[in-house]
């Protein structure tokens, strides 16, 4: 007991920054901006192909769960990978020692806290390794009690049977939390050999369905990650022997980083990689050369080596380049790419470690200790690095300069600040962020200068600077470069499809409405299921007075997300303007529950306080709830907003308290002066006008 208390101590101390951490790159796609998994019906739409980033139920199960319980809270989903890691490695223990491996408390309170596995634990997209591994590692420990129990021939009464169905169960499982478990039956294989048991026919017979099973998963996430991911085009035009060498060199880097844990980072350098040199041939030399002397110790009877490293290369081989996967568009080798596979590596060095130092005990609990405290203190301190995106970045950019990947991520988070940062109306503040977002965006060109996305996030900044004709060209480049990537694919990534969203509103930018509504279209169609592209289509159809158009692309919009804010607030408007006044009340509604991040609950307040207080129906006029909501909404921003402060006064005067309106009119007024908001301040002043016009008691 103390033992299994000492490994899940050792994984929360070594991983508690973590708890303090928020969400990070694609998070959203996972989960913050996931409409299936906050939504009540999502988890149906999670269970079928194509309406997630993999297919992963389990995973995307998982999160519709938590936010079932504790809404976008992220300490629960860290804890919760925390919890989960902590549970792989008393798996670990427990099949280490059940294979009698010297040292084996100690190989799984390493594979706890080293700290390559931070990136899987801290990131919380990456459930999808400790949720698999957690199936994986059960599904084995299933497998070999069934197979312990039939060893005679046959299993016996009943009971081996429900052990190979768990193991089977166990496996699917795995394989729907993430497919790079395929490679169990394999292991199982391994780990028959190491325990001298015969590959008997009736033991590979039993091994076949998950063979079966496991291909087919590898063979969906192949092609997924190339139709849907889009890891295919240049970054991925390699031949063979240049993914010999990519391979060799990863086969070699993660075990370096396991034995020396030094400068870990969440993009490494993108190897530069040429058949053609001889010199770089030296890797897979080492390689065939530790292959050989394994096998030599194989061949002296010692067979744990050999195949503690086979269990390493085999698990790891998804990811070492000879099948395309998305991240090597921006390395080659990813810390989370070794979480299982790393099991080899500290299994071979720990049990060596104890098998060379049998009769020292005293000396082994003090060499372990001092590794597991080393371990530990690195594994805290690369955990804070994941405390939000801005500091996970700044930190990669630290220590790979030469990255373009960390400039446009950085670039994207200053242009989504500058939302929030005009909702306060504080211009100085909005320049200087600008500013940066555009320096890192032009950095990233310059390092990445032919890649569609980061061409994109230039023209983005420039967009929003204004400077439209520059951010046009850069646009339409990157809509290019797609289309030479893309010829004739009918479908388009999520991510590369929004290129055309943007270069359409650009056009728009330029009075091209026709040219923009072709763009959008064109989104839509290479991405039937862009919301992005189907929302922008129907405010251009909004503004040229296709309501009815406009209303059915919003419709569509609500079915692929049905508590889309913007959707459900365009929609809501356009049916007041028809004078559709219950469905624009129901949608109104709609918006304020689905509002998520702050600026949509000011903007949901504001929507819902004005059509409560002015509607023309008294049958949907509440102005006793207008002034309720527009006051909880300015006592929860500290009256920071003047277009909050002036529906305020709005839902005052039409409740007939004329003294309030005029005072919270004039409070909006100079609120919006002081921020160098003159349109609204001109707006909300002709307000006051008519407030004072209206006397001590306004008319309900």
């Given at each position: 007991?103390?033992?299994?208390?000492?490994?899940?101590?050792?994984?929360?101390?070594?991983?508690?920054?973590?708890l303090?951490?928020?969400?990070?790159?694609?998070?959203?796609?996972?989960l913050?901006?996931n409409?299936?998994?906050?939504?009540?019906?999502?988890?149906?739409?999670?269970?079928?192909?194509?309406?997630?980033?993999?297919?992963?139920?389990?995973?995307?199960?998982?999160?519709?769960?938590?936010?079932a319980?504790?809404?976008?809270?992220?300490?629960?989903?860290?804890?919760?990978?925390?919890?989960?890691?902590?549970?792989?490695?008393?798996?670990v223990?427990?099949?280490?020692?059940?294979?009698g491996?010297?040292?084996?408390?100690?190989?799984?309170?390493?594979?706890?806290?080293?700290?390559?596995?931070?990136?899987?634990?801290?990131?919380?997209?990456?459930?999808?390794?400790?949720l698999?591994?957690?199936?994986?590692?059960?599904?084995?420990?299933?497998?070999?009690?069934?197979?312990?129990?039939?060893?005679?021939?046959?299993?016996?009464?009943?009971?081996?049977?429900?052990?190979?169905?768990?193991?089977?169960?166990?496996?699917?499982?795995?394989?729907?939390?993430?497919?790079v478990?395929?490679?169990?039956?394999?292991?199982?294989?391994?780990?028959?050999?190491?325990?001298?048991r015969?590959?008997?026919?009736?033991?590979?017979?039993?091994?076949?369905?998950?063979?079966?099973?496991?291909?087919?998963?590898?063979?969906?996430?192949?092609?997924?990650?190339?139709?849907?991911?889009?890891?295919?085009?240049?970054?991925?035009?390699?031949?063979f022997?240049?993914?010999?060498?990519?391979?060799?060199?990863a086969?070699?880097?993660?075990?370096?980083?396991?034995?020396?844990?030094?400068?870990l980072?969440?993009?490494?350098?993108?190897?530069?990689?040429?058949?053609?040199?001889?010199?770089?041939?030296?890797?897979?030399?080492?390689?065939?050369?530790?292959?050989?002397?394994a096998?030599?110790?194989?061949?002296?009877?010692?067979?744990?080596?050999?195949?503690?490293?086979?269990?390493?290369?085999?698990?790891?081989?998804?990811?070492?380049?000879?099948?395309?996967?998305?991240?090597h568009?921006?390395?080659?080798?990813?810390?989370?790419?070794?979480?299982?596979?790393?099991?080899?590596?500290?299994?071979?060095?720990?049990?060596?470690?104890?098998w060379?130092?049998?009769?020292?005990?005293?000396?082994?609990?003090?060499?372990?200790?001092?590794?597991?405290?080393?371990?530990?203190?690195?594994?805290?301190?690369?955990?804070?690095?994941?405390?939000?995106?801005?500091?996970?970045?700044?930190?990669?950019?630290?220590k790979?300069?030469?990255?373009?990947m960390?400039?446009?991520?950085?670039?994207?988070?200053?242009?989504n600040?500058?939302?929030?940062?005009?909702?306060?109306?504080?211009?100085?503040?909005?320049?200087?962020?600008?500013?940066?977002?555009?320096?890192?965006?032009?950095?990233?060109?310059?390092?990445?200068?032919?890649?569609?996305?980061?061409?994109?996030?230039?023209?983005?900044?420039?967009?929003?600077?204004?400077?439209?004709?520059?951010?046009?060209?850069?646009?339409?480049?990157?809509?290019?470069?797609?289309?030479?990537?893309?010829?004739?694919?009918?479908r388009w990534?999520?991510?590369?499809?929004?290129?055309?969203?943007?270069?359409?509103?650009?056009h728009?930018?330029?009075?091209?409405?026709?040219?923009?509504?072709?763009?959008?279209?064109?989104?839509?169609?290479?991405?039937?299921?862009?919301?992005?592209?189907?929302?922008?289509?129907?405010?251009?159809l909004?503004?040229?007075?296709?309501?009815?158009?406009?209303?059915?692309e919003?419709?569509?919009?609500?079915?692929?997300?049905?508590?889309?804010?913007?959707?459900?607030?365009?929609?809501a408007?356009?049916?007041?303007?028809?004078?559709?006044?219950?469905?624009?009340?129901?949608?109104?509604?709609?918006?304020?529950?689905?509002?998520?991040?702050p600026?949509?609950?000011?903007?949901?307040?504001?929507?819902?306080?004005?059509?409560l207080?002015?509607?023309?129906?008294?049958?949907?006029?509440?102005?006793?709830r207008?002034?309720?909501?527009?006051?909880?909404?300015?006592?929860?921003?500290?009256?920071?907003?003047?277009?909050?402060?002036?529906?305020?006064?709005?839902?005052?005067?039409?409740?007939?308290?004329?003294?309030?309106?005029?005072?919270?009119?004039?409070?909006?007024?100079?609120?919006?002066?002081?921020v160098?908001?003159?349109?609204?301040?001109?707006?909300?002043?002709?307000?006051?006008?008519?407030?004072?016009?209206?006397g001590?008691?306004?008319?309900?």
């Amino acid at each position: 007991m103390a033992a299994t208390v000492a490994i899940v101590a050792l994984a929360l101390v070594a991983y508690l920054p973590a708890l303090q951490a928020g969400y990070i790159w694609d998070d959203d796609s996972y989960l913050t901006a996931n409409p299936h998994v906050q939504a009540p019906d999502g988890l149906t739409r999670i269970w079928v192909p194509g309406y997630t980033p993999q297919y992963y139920p389990l995973v995307f199960t998982s999160f519709w769960i938590e936010y079932a319980l504790w809404g976008l809270e992220p300490v629960g989903s860290h804890l919760l990978n925390i919890l989960l890691h902590a549970v792989n490695a008393l798996l670990v223990w427990r099949l280490t020692r059940r294979l009698g491996l010297p040292g084996a408390w100690l190989i799984g309170a390493v594979f706890a806290v080293h700290p390559v596995h931070v990136e899987s634990v801290a990131w919380i997209t990456e459930r999808k390794n400790v949720l698999s591994g957690c199936f994986y590692l059960s599904a084995l420990l299933a497998y070999l009690r069934f197979d312990e129990q039939g060893r005679a021939g046959r299993p016996n009464a009943g009971d081996g049977w429900g052990w190979y169905g768990a193991a089977l169960g166990l496996y699917v499982a795995a394989l729907l939390s993430k497919s790079v478990t395929c490679s169990l039956p394999a292991a199982l294989i391994l780990v028959m050999l190491y325990l001298r048991r015969p590959l008997t026919w009736r033991r590979v017979r039993l091994l076949a369905p998950m063979c079966a099973i496991g291909v087919l998963a590898a063979a969906n996430t192949i092609l997924v990650e190339r139709l849907n991911v889009g890891a295919h085009g240049p970054e991925w035009d390699h031949g063979f022997l240049d993914r010999v060498l990519i391979a060799a060199r990863a086969l070699l880097f993660y075990p370096a980083k396991l034995l020396w844990p030094h400068s870990l980072m969440f993009v490494y350098p993108r190897w530069t990689i040429d058949a053609g040199d001889l010199v770089a041939w030296w890797r897979p030399a080492i390689v065939l050369a530790v292959a050989a002397v394994a096998v030599g110790v194989w061949v002296r009877g010692r067979r744990g080596p050999l195949l503690a490293l086979a269990f390493y290369a085999g698990t790891v081989l998804p990811a070492l380049g000879f099948i395309n996967v998305y991240p090597h568009r921006f390395s080659f080798v990813a810390d989370h790419f070794q979480y299982l596979a790393s099991l080899g590596i500290i299994a071979l060095v720990v049990s060596g470690a104890a098998w060379l130092l049998p009769r020292h005990r005293p000396l082994r609990i003090g060499l372990g200790a001092v590794v597991l405290v080393a371990l530990g203190g690195l594994a805290h301190f690369q955990a804070k690095t994941y405390r939000d995106a801005e500091t996970l970045w700044m930190d990669t950019l630290a220590k790979n300069p030469d990255s373009w990947m960390p400039h446009t991520h950085l670039a994207v988070i200053r242009l989504n600040q500058l939302a929030e940062i005009n909702q306060r109306a504080k211009p100085q503040e909005w320049q200087r962020v600008l500013a940066e977002a555009r320096d890192h965006a032009q950095r990233a060109v310059g390092l990445k200068p032919d890649d569609p996305q980061v061409i994109g996030t230039l023209s983005e900044a420039l967009r929003i600077e204004g400077r439209y004709d520059e951010a046009f060209d850069h646009q339409s480049r990157a809509v290019r470069l797609l289309e030479q990537r893309r010829a004739g694919q009918a479908r388009w990534p999520r991510r590369e499809a929004t290129e055309l969203v943007k270069l359409g509103r650009l056009h728009l930018l330029r009075d091209e409405r026709a040219q923009a509504e072709a763009a959008y279209r064109r989104a839509a169609g290479v991405d039937p299921q862009s919301v992005l592209a189907r929302s922008a289509l129907a405010s251009l159809l909004a503004e040229q007075g296709r309501v009815d158009e406009a209303l059915k692309e919003l419709g569509a919009v609500l079915s692929l997300e049905p508590r889309h804010f913007g959707a459900l607030l365009a929609t809501a408007q356009l049916s007041e303007q028809r004078g559709d006044l219950a469905a624009a009340r129901r949608y109104y509604e709609a918006a304020a529950r689905g509002a998520r991040t702050p600026l949509e609950q000011i903007q949901a307040a504001i929507a819902l306080a004005r059509f409560l207080a002015t509607c023309p129906d008294p049958a949907h006029r509440d102005l006793a709830r207008a002034v309720e909501i527009a006051e909880t909404a300015n006592e929860a921003t500290d009256r920071r907003y003047p277009s909050l402060l002036d529906v305020l006064a709005e839902a005052y005067f039409a409740a007939g308290h004329t003294n309030q309106a005029i005072a919270t009119a004039t409070e909006a007024r100079d609120l919006a002066q002081q921020v160098n908001a003159p349109d609204l301040a001109r707006e909300i002043d002709e307000k006051l006008q008519r407030y004072r016009a209206g006397g001590d008691d306004a008319p309900n």
